[in-house]
């Protein structure tokens, strides 16, 4: 296990010079701060879901807010609408960075027939995206990482050279299917990476009662394949990291794990109250190792970001997010008559309508 | 004689078992300090600390595989499954472990253990937060499933779920938890499990019903009575083992049965009770045995609209009985 | 024609499509060099290698996951479960997942894969080998169940099952396996899902059946022709989705139904069966839709005279027949 | 982890002479003869069930041949009627170490109404014995190490002082439920020791194709808990080991893992042809890894075993083999009347029988 961030020494440079933070990386300051904008995106999207909710326009969010950096900086390395990313409801920055718009997000937000995942019949963060390679999030958790591991084992039978990532918190790393996965995928050496976003808490339970390990990453070693700790604050360690087991796996090295440090900046979800079971210490700990303004110095202590990029940027945000808003609140909800679409390929073979809907009499046969 | 929210009365009836037993632990999800995400369990964990109320890690089939094995060892275990949803991870546990311990030891082993689960919908859940889950367990035999629909009832029955010597499944209706009030006694009382209870008598048709589907039931009940419709309306309350005495008087009587369940219509539990009726009151019978029921889609739609769509309903249960009756 | 026995057609049925179709692949425990414990599979790990043929870890829930995402990303995955008794680890990954995946993108994704299992008992299989589970699964929307009866339907409907775009659920009985044979067209053929046929036309009564029940309502059929009474047997073939056109048909025209099942009768597919006909055939009925079944106990025993005494056989189906038919 | 056996030098001590082999495991010779007759017991009563089976008087038979050595090392530190074990189908030896006699093996394999592990409903090689603390096996594997978990729970809350120890083979160790159990049993530090007999095929599939890693006890630092390896060919090694893990867990330590490297002798059951998959160099191989030859090598170089007390053992084990089987096999089958007990405790709970036993009609009420 390796861990890696700011504090190791070799993730982000040295010194402020302009684009030392981007070059050790391969990567352009157009990047970083292409990098910035979506993770400023990701969190002005996921605040205004919590506008919407407290005015209840919306009754439910889930959120990605203090994990935006781990998120950006490791679904960067991936090949857009390429490689699959199998991820879970915190991603919003993930899906952002895969090629999902704002108005997808926010069409999944207020649940319309136009949702891109769903056409609104999940719960709000339970995104995806056929064409972008998002696999369809769903509430049990932890069973995308054996999704991942399929699609993984599909790239290599079918030559396809792609890689997959399964992205999850730490409590639900504890589920069996991630033991089971994370074995068959050692086993046979799949082009598949095992993100953990660790924010040291599962809804209310804090890591130590949920984890007998500090580090998820100590798991790897388990399974004979590499894990790395890094900090999720260091959007440039989070990518130096998701860069090597990315290529790794199109190497046909098999898999690894990456867990970032991360810091749940909200309740657990909507419906919950943290001030019940975390401490005020802790939750004031906590907005220190907020990602977007440590980022934001970062760039501008490199000289990427100036004062006018950044009011550029966040007017350009909030239009977006306007726009989203305004477009996917009118947007048309699914007809009713739907409902029983889509249960199997061939309608026919759907079973029988309920009795209310006379309309959509469909038959056995 | 107090007056109960449905949640209440399930937090008192363990509360009150704890008290009374120590053998008794509370085990789950976020059941400590949070008191669970609905909190069924609130003040469980100040009152009887870390040892008797259990957080456990993200990890149902662990719920419940200890828990089998803390029964082998002389606790009861209630564990919480924070969605019933989410038992699906524990099935094995469940159907090959717990129901099936007693029989595959020819009685040597027991476990007596509870489980607690919200199930049902109409609750803005969308598909994996709605689930009825009841037919999968009902038709295992080994455990007992119990689904309650009345505060009362929810401590009486949970109380002798604890104290029952076998697994009992228990399902609350989240619904309920906030939305029905009722008296329950100051003192001790249980309520026994496999007892139906006719909460409405009538004389023209029998409507089967449990959880949250009693009230619907009763309220469709009202709406046709005054178009003359009278309607007897059982609440099964213990799902397994079935009270078929009671199920069977009511039908023989009134010769018509509606069965109303939430769940998906094709293999749901009232597939087994409309069964029954047909096969041991069909000379009583002057009308199909009839059952309202989700669509066979999976499971119900966020949106509300497809929600609406998807739940049943005081006015769709009137619409059936209207039907039948007009049979 | 040649004569095969069941599991040659289920064996040529696999490595008929693995020719036809590079993207389907067969995965599960010990499917390769040894070739499956039952030789399901023998022979196909020889001809199409490491890549197509894959001897997975003893881990359920993971074949079954992979299966999904392998089938997300162009794959038709066949995915062994070495006894349907060991398909409850999976059942998460089948039920909120392979089942769902279609629905709850709307149609942006699917999952198409065959889940084989061998299931039933009278093997001397005990508790977890002789388990028919079918009831857990045809209660899913999403995904299909199929469980052919003959050689012929075997083979036919696995290659509908392999070019079917959802997941389906293909059932086996073990007993079948070898003491059937019969004959299977040399060429291209499939039986389509969905339809039931006809095993025997008869007109005092329908015995509907399914899997190795078919040939002991056919044999228990004859039995009491010779004293009279004349059944039609139905084969399911496929349990959902249903093909109740051809149920409902026969019932109509005979007025009395039996269902036979193997399972525990609580709660049985069989159950639902009788509510459909109970419901949908009412006018027609002369006798009480009835159910013959295995006990409510769990599973069966391994000592021969408790399986013996568990089992279904001819000579109890013809007494429930002859029970049915003096009504 | 630790590596240890016979080649790491210690666990066995030096020289040949009288009790050297005892004494630095705090054992006397006469446990050593003890253990030493339990394998020779289990290795009898093992071979008789294949003659059983193969002369059609045993259906099925599976067998612990090749795992005695560990088998009996592991259990011997348990507490007799007070730890608890939850074995798996090939623990012949561990039955009989914790209290089980022949003749109730003989009972499981005649599948006889007095079996006590289950009056003749499982299949021979599901164990089980409420009042020696043997949890009763059931076939889908690896679920048996949440229950001792469970176990060793309600010890620590009820203050029972017990050890709980589950037993199983490696292919059953990537089950999801294993993943489970560690997390949460070294979570708690429960008094649990999980032991993995590796034989290196689980059925027909090699430890390569089935486990991504070596050594089982690798997995043990992902839970942060002991993992040892030890050779299943030197009991006492064995007992060294389980020794520590059982004293440690009693000591509120916690839970560890150990695998002990065993070979499996015959094919997986009476069902399995092994030479379809195993090659002859390999089965041979196997050959020379068996425990009884080895110990009783060891037990005479060291003084402990003489001739006449070896064939005073063979004769008594003879006569106790033929005993049980005779006992066993005269015993009656359960009555078809009692199908429907022990659903539940309460008869009157119970389901309505078939038709065709209407003599024990017993409504729900
Ligand atoms: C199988 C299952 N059990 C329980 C839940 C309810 N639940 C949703 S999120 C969550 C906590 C997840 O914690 P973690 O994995 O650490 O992710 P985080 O929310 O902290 O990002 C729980 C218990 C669920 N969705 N699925
Ligand atoms: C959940 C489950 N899946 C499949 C099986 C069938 N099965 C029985 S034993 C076995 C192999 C076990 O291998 P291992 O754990 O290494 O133990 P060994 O038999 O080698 O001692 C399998 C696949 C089962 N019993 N349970
Ligand atoms: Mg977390
Ligand atoms: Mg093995």
């Known amino acids: 296990m390796t861990v890696t961030g700011r504090d190791s020494g070799w993730a982000s440079g040295g010194g402020g010079s302009r684009g030392s933070l981007a070059a050790p990386h391969g990567l352009a300051d157009a990047d970083l701060l292409a990098m910035y904008r979506i993770m400023a995106l990701a969190r002005a999207l996921d605040e205004r879901m919590w506008v919407l909710n407290r005015s209840g326009r ?67 963060g339970h995104y995806g995206h056929p064409a972008h390679h998002v696999v369809s999030v769903s509430s049990p958790v932890a069973t995308q990482i054996l999704h991942a591991t399929g699609i993984a084992l599909a790239a290599r039978i079918r030559g396809l050279d792609q890689v997959a990532m399964a992205i999850m918190g730490e409590g639900s790393s504890n589920q069996g299917d991630v033991h089971e996965a994370l074995n068959f995928a050692a086993i046979h050496r799949l082009p ?5 976003e660790n924010n040291g808490y599962a809804i209310s339970v804090p890591a130590e009662r949920e984890l007998s390990v500090r580090d998820v990453a100590q798991r790897a070693a388990g399974y004979g394949i590499p894990g790395v700790v890094v900090d999720g604050t260091d959007v440039l360690a989070c990518y130096a990291a998701s860069r090597e087991a990315v290529a790794r796996a199109r190497r046909g090295d098999g898999p690894s794990l990456i867990e970032a440090k991360v810091t749940r900046l909200t309740g657990h979800s909507s419906d919950d109250q943290q001030t019940k079971y975390r401490s005020a210490s802790d939750l004031a700990e906590g907005r220190t190792r907020d990602p977007l303004p440590i980022f934001r110095a ?56 309920p009795p209310w809907h006379p309309s959509r009499a469909r038959e056995a046969g | 004689m107090a007056v109960r929210t449905f949640i209440e009365a399930i937090r008192e009836g363990m509360a009150d078992e704890m008290r009374r037993d120590p053998s008794v632990v509370v085990l789950g999800e976020d059941v400590g300090r949070k008191g669970g995400v609905f909190l069924a369990t609130d003040g469980l964990w100040a009152e009887f600390g870390d040892e ?28 919480e499954i924070q969605f019933a949803d989410f038992i699906f991870p524990a099935f094995n546990q469940i159907v090959s472990e717990a129901a099936r311990m007693r029989y595959r030891t020819a009685g040597g082993a027991a476990v007596p253990m509870v489980i607690r689960a919200p199930y049902g919908g109409g609750v803005h859940g969308a598909l994996y937060h709605s689930q009825s889950v009841e037919a999968f367990f009902t038709h295992v035999p080994g455990i007992k499933t119990v689904i309650p629909a009345t505060p009362y009832d929810a401590k009486g029955l949970l109380r002798s779920a604890i104290r029952d010597d076998d697994p009992v499944l228990f399902l609350e209706h989240k619904k309920l938890y906030r939305s029905v009030r009722g008296e329950v006694p100051d003192g001790e009382y249980t309520v026994p499990l496999g007892q139906a209870v006719v909460r409405r008598p009538g004389r023209r048709l029998t409507v089967v019903a449990y959880g949250l589907m009693v009230h619907y039931a009763l309220e469709a009940a009202e709406r046709v009575a005054a178009e003359g419709i009278d309607c007897e309306v059982v609440d099964l309350r213990t799902l397994r083992p079935l009270d078929r005495a009671t199920l069977l008087a009511s039908v023989r009587k009134t010769g018509k049965c509606l069965v109303a369940y939430e769940d998906n219509k094709f293999g749901g539990y009232g597939a087994e009770i409309a069964a029954i009726v047909a096969e041991e009151a069909f000379d009583y019978l002057d009308g199909p045995v009839s059952r309202i029921a989700g669509p066979d889609t999976p499971a119900m739609p966020y949106n509300l609209a497809l929600e609406e769509w998807f739940m049943l309903s005081p006015g769709k249960i009137a619409d059936a009985i209207r039907k039948l009756a007009a049979y």
Chains 1, 4 share one sequence.
């Open chain 2, 52 to 79: 008797r109320v259990i957080d456990t890690p993200l990890t149902e089939s662990q719920i419940i595989g200890t828990s089998v094995g803390a029964a082998l060892n002389g606790l009861r275990p209630i564990a």
């Open chain 1, 192 to 196: 598949f990476v095992f993100v953990v």
């Open chain 1, 58 to 124: 919306a009754p439910f969010v889930i959120s990605g807010q203090g994990h935006e950096g781990a998120q950006v900086g490791i679904a960067w390395p991936l090949r857009r609408d390429h490689d699959w990313v199998a991820p879970f409801y915190r991603s919003i920055a993930t899906c952002l960075v895969v090629g999902m718009t704002p108005r997808d997000l926010m069409l999944a937000q207020f649940a319309r027939a136009s949702d891109p995942g769903s056409g609104g019949r999940q719960m709000p």
């Open chain 1, 298 to 353: 970062q760039l501008r202590d490199a000289g990427v970001l100036d004062e006018i990029t950044e009011l550029e940027l966040d007017g350009e945000i909030a239009v977006a997010v306007d726009d989203a808003t305004a477009f996917a609140e009118a947007e048309p909800d699914p007809d009713p008559a739907t409902g029983t679409d889509h249960v199997f390929a061939d309608p026919l073979a759907g079973e029988a309508p």
